[in-house]
């Protein structure tokens, strides 16, 4: 099914490239540091490298730029070596980008303050190798010029079709719809193993994979025309929900069965242009409600010997290619 992005699209978008060094902390291994051991000849062997501080004091950059990556994720879809971003976004992922960039460079002057002695503590908790480390030491000053963390802006002008050059930009936006269902779909299997495969019943707390999911759908409705039936229907799978309290029975079956679909990029793209064509996300729904509502519990489908066939399934699953998934998500 085509899902080829309008160039109009980049009227709403801008793009956004995500630079941060970090200091690694590691130097290659020279055959000096080995006082004259008989090694390998190059051909045969390479020597690999040696920490020269302690890599916990360097976690935490780790942490900020996965900070930093999620919440383009979380708002924008892969675009150009960066992602492309919501205009109508930009200033709040600007601010919280701006609030990364305060925590690493806090983050930089309290390791580089600190700098002399953590080399000093990995020399002595290494006794015996502490001629290796300290003949590769550094000083702050050079890590201090390998370490940074900035982004970039760009609006993208349409290209122009007669111009060659351009065809890369032109093709990297039609891809944009497939791309962004791709990623909607490995989210969907990431929550799929984490918070809802096998399970009888979940807490609230389940619910916030979805959550980001439909916040990106949201936010990148305008990228493809499918995009929005998709993104209401998980809103109004969070209406049907009770307001409180734990998830099971017939809703957490709505919300299996919901997870299957996202997972499934094909199943999902058909499913966005069926609602397109008329069916309404409350009806999916309430097909989904209607489908689950009166079977077994779990169990007692287990002790009765139950295996449940395509018929078995909802109706609005009947006809959309998700059997690779459903003998293992499970649902029953």
């Not at 490239?17 to 055959?31: C, F, G, M, Y």
């Not at 009806?283 to 078995?312: A, F, K, N």
């Not at 006809?319 to 998500?329: G, N, T």
């Amino acid at each position: 099914m085509n899902t080829q992005t309008d160039i109009k699209v980049l009227d709403n978008i801008l793009a956004l490239h995500l630079e941060v060094n970090i200091w690694t902390a590691r130097k290659k291994l020279s055959p000096e540091d080995f006082d004259g051991a008989t090694l390998p000849p190059d051909d045969l062997a390479s020597l690999g490298s040696k920490r020269i501080c302690d890599p916990e004091d360097l976690r935490v950059f780790g942490t900020l730029k996965a900070r930093a990556v999620s919440l383009l994720d979380r708002n924008g879809v892969r675009f150009l070596g960066g992602w492309a971003i919501p205009e109508n976004q930009a200033d709040a992922i600007v601010t919280e980008l701006e609030q990364i960039l305060h925590d690493f460079n806090t983050a930089k002057e309290d390791f580089l303050a600190r700098y002399d002695e953590s080399v000093r503590e990995w020399i002595a908790k290494h006794p015996g190798w502490e001629q290796i480390i300290f003949d590769s030491t550094v000083s702050a000053d050079y890590v201090r010029s390998r370490m940074g963390f900035l982004w970039r802006l760009y609006r993208i002008v349409p290209p122009d079709p007669a111009d060659p050059v351009m065809v890369g930009i032109k093709d990297e936006v039609e891809g944009l719809g497939q791309t962004l269902f791709g990623e909607v779909s490995k989210a969907a299997t990431e929550a799929w193993h984490k918070c809802f495969a096998g399970k009888s019943e979940i807490t609230r707390k389940a619910l916030s994979p979805l959550r980001t999911i439909h916040q990106k759908l949201s936010g990148l409705s305008f990228v493809e025309p499918r995009v929005s039936p998709v993104a209401d229907l998980i809103h109004t799978a969070f209406e049907h929900l009770p307001k409180r309290g734990r998830i099971e029975g017939a809703n957490l079956l709505m919300l299996q069965g919901l997870v299957s679909l996202l997972r499934d990029t094909d199943g999902l793209i058909e499913h966005g242009q069926k609602i397109m064509d008329g069916t309404t996300s409350k009806d999916v729904l309430s097909l989904l409600v209607e489908g689950q509502g009166e079977m077994p519990e779990l169990d007692v489908q287990e002790e009765l010997g139950i295996v449940p066939t395509v018929d078995d399934l909802p109706p609005i699953f009947r006809d959309i290619p998700m059997q690779p998934v459903l003998p293992s998500c499970g649902l029953w």
